[in-house]
Structures are given as C-alpha cells and as structure tokens.
C-alpha cells in the first residue's frame, strides 16, 4: 500500500536560520508531489508542485525552494528563515486514478 | 481565476442535529471536487471524490453532492467524533495541476 512519510513533526527555528524538511513516498511510482502551507484563516496555499525528477513549479515566489532528488523523495527548504515562514507545510502525492494523499505535517515556528 | 469558497467558518451543532456544509467554486473546467477532513495538528484525510454535476457519495453519516456550481456535504445525526475542519477542493482540468482548497469549515458536535 501507498504511504507517505514527513519529517520532523514540529520544529522551532531562529530568524535566519536555514531549513530543510523532507517528504518521501513509498508503494508508488511516479507520483505527482506538492508541497503546501496552512495559516491560520488562510487555508492550504500550494506552494511547490513536481510531476518527475527534477521537475519543479513554483506556485508562489517567497522565501522557499523545492527539489526533488529522487522519484519518490521531495525536499522543500530555506536559505534564511522568515517570521512570516512559520505555519504548517503538508506534503501530498497523487496519481492517476488515485486521490490526493496527505502527510501528517510539519509545525514549524520561527522564533 | 479558479476559487473555492466554503461556508459557513465555523458550525456548532448538538449531537443528532443534522446540517450541510457548502462548497461553491468556480473552475476553468472541473477535473474533480475533493472533500477532506482535517483534525487539529494533522493532515488533511480523504473523504470523496466527485466528477460530475449530479454525482452523490456517502460515507457513514457523510454525504457529498455535486452541482454544477457548489458542492454540499450533509451531515446526518452527527456525533461528538465528527468534530473536525472539513476541507473542500477542486482539480481544475489542465494536467499537472494542484488541488485549489478553500478555508474550510470548522464543526463541533457537542453531546
């Protein structure tokens, strides 16, 4: 069966500090990889989204970067955090056929 | 511009008391309309998948419906347990592309 991993679970990081959180994708194969951010009020914002290796749109310009080193692997980072950075990012895939499929999260607050 | 608009915010009911949520949207083209639920601290969770104006799909005390404008997810006799934010999304029909979400409604079912 299809499973998606995130990683970490809640972070707190400095104002300038680099970031980088990963999302790997396992019983697929070439999936469809987004990444999203949830505010408070504001609703799931998709910020990245990758149809293959390598491959990467970016729906929103700001702060942050994607990359997508291997079929199933999906990394979105920051060279130097923001305050306006903090939220919480989703990582999903999908495929033809199959529904969106969400990870479980990532708190992460700038401080 | 693609759009979903979910209302109302926020729904209190008492436990038994039957509602709907609304979903209206406007899409250049409609792939898919995706209802979620998303617990506090967690990824959004699958709940239907609709295609065509017309289409139903129920799920225990959920029930989703489709029009050519709007969506309605009823929710019969609720429970305490359903208590949660109900996402809406839409899938507009151009390969590649992200599900569109709206800011959701927040239920609680009080006993």
């Known amino acids: 069966s299809q499973t998606i991993h995130q990683w970490p679970a809640t972070l707190v990081q400095p104002v300038g500090s680099p970031l980088s959180l990963e999302c790997t994708v396992e019983?697929?194969?070439?999936?469809?990889l987004y990444w999203y951010r949830q505010a408070a009020g504001r609703g799931l914002q998709l910020l990245f989204y990758?149809?293959?290796?390598?491959?990467i749109s970016s729906e929103v310009p700001q702060n942050l970067s994607a990359s997508r080193p291997q079929d199933r692997q999906f990394i979105l980072s920051s060279k130097k955090l923001l305050l306006s950075d903090s939220g919480f990012y989703l990582c999903?895939?999908?495929?033809?056929?199959?529904?969106?499929?969400f990870g479980s999260g990532t708190r992460l607050t700038v401080v | 511009e693609d759009q979903v608009t979910q209302s109302p915010e926020a729904l209190r009911l008492q436990e038994g008391e039957s509602s709907s949520l609304n979903c209206s949207y406007t899409?250049?083209?409609?792939?898919?309309l995706f209802w979620y639920r998303q617990d506090p601290g967690k990824g959004p969770e699958f709940l239907f998948t609709?295609?065509?104006a017309g289409e139903e799909k129920e799920k225990e005390r959920l029930k989703a419906t489709l029009t050519k404008k709007e969506s309605f997810l009823h929710i019969t006799a609720p429970k305490p347990e359903d208590s949660a934010t109900y996402l809406c999304?839409?899938?507009?029909?151009?390969?590649?592309?992200?599900?569109?979400f709206g800011k959701g409604t927040t239920l609680s079912v009080s006993s």
């Open positions: 999903a895939w999908s495929v033809i056929g199959y529904g969106y499929t």
């Open positions: 899409v250049s083209g409609l792939r898919g």
């Open positions: 609709l295609y065509s």
């Open positions: 019983g697929t194969s070439n999936p469809n």
């Open positions: 999304a839409v899938q507009p029909y151009q390969a590649g592309t992200a599900l569109i």
């Open positions: 990758s149809v293959g290796i390598g491959q």
